[in-house]
T-cell receptor, first 117, second 114 residues
Framework: KAGVTQTPRYLIKTRGQQVTLSCSPISGHRSVSWYQQTPGQGLQFLFEYFSETQRNKGNFPGRFSGRQFSNSRSEMNVSTLELGDSALYLCASSSSPGLAAGSNTQYFGPGTRLTVL | KQEVTQIPAALSVPEGENLVLNCSFT??????LQWFRQDPGKGLTSLLLIQSSQREQTSGRLNASLDKSSGRSTLYIAASQPGDSATYLC?????????????FGKGITLSVRP
């Protein structure tokens, strides 16, 4: 079974631009979560989608947004990029958003490394 | 607000040593706790998941324990190998439903010397 895939793997943008990152979950998984990882703040939760609905959102400004499609693929968008948005963006999928025992292990993709110049 | 702490931030041990990585969390009302491994520049690999009703989980040379009342978890690695060198993160899932999310510690970077 193929794992979580993220595209692109690397991205370089300049301040003020916008960017869209893509995540394809493991086949059959309907829950997708996004995280930002930086050396200073560590891994921080951005948002979680399940069945095309945003279930939860972390403490990030409105410049960060996401969506999920009917095939469970998800995208996140960052508008008006700032230098501080440089980070590794990780996507994780699970079969359900943390309900039944044993069903909510999160499987992570390799991440997209975003550099903002 | 849930906070997860992992101390120390880095650890270096000689090959063959048994070691324990610690994780503490402030809110004991967790749904589960998960240990991950991250290699440099890569995503996270799930190692062990412990449900709130469980005390420990084992996989090969790894054993994770959970003490909800004291807000602590440990990851025990037996007979460490250079290939175990990586960053180990613990994460707790608090609540279920609409507010369910994983809160991560900042990780412990482990170096196993040959």
């Amino acid at each position: 079974k193929a794992g979580v895939t993220q595209t692109p793997r690397y991205l370089i943008k300049t301040r003020g631009q916008q960017v869209t990152l893509s995540c394809s979950p493991i086949s059959g998984h309907r829950s997708v979560s996004w995280y930002q990882q930086t050396p200073g703040q560590g891994l921080q939760f951005l948002f979680e989608y399940f069945s095309e609905t945003q279930r939860n959102k972390g403490n990030f400004p409105g410049r960060f947004s996401g969506r999920q499609f009917s095939n469970s693929r998800s995208e996140m968008n960052v508008s008006t990029l700032e230098l501080g948005d440089s980070a590794l963006y990780l996507c994780a999928s699970s079969s359900s958003p943390g309900l039944a025992a044993g069903s909510n292990t999160q499987y992570f993709g390799p991440g997209t490394r975003l550099t903002v110049l | 607000k849930q906070e997860v702490t992992q101390i120390p931030a880095a650890l270096s041990v000689p090959e063959g040593e048994n070691l324990v990585l610690n994780c503490s969390f402030t809110d004991s009302a967790i749904y589960n706790l998960q240990w991950f491994r991250q290699d440099p520049g890569k995503g996270l690999t799930s190692l062990l998941l412990i449900q709130s009703s469980q005390r420990e989980q084992t996989s090969g040379r790894l054993n994770a324990s959970l003490d909800k009342s004291s807000g602590r978890s440990t990851l025990y690695i037996a007979a460490s190998q250079p290939g175990d060198s990586a960053t180990y993160l613990c994460a707790v899932r608090t609540n279920t439903g609409a507010n369910s999310k994983l809160t991560f510690g900042k990780g412990i970077t482990l170096s196993v010397r040959p």
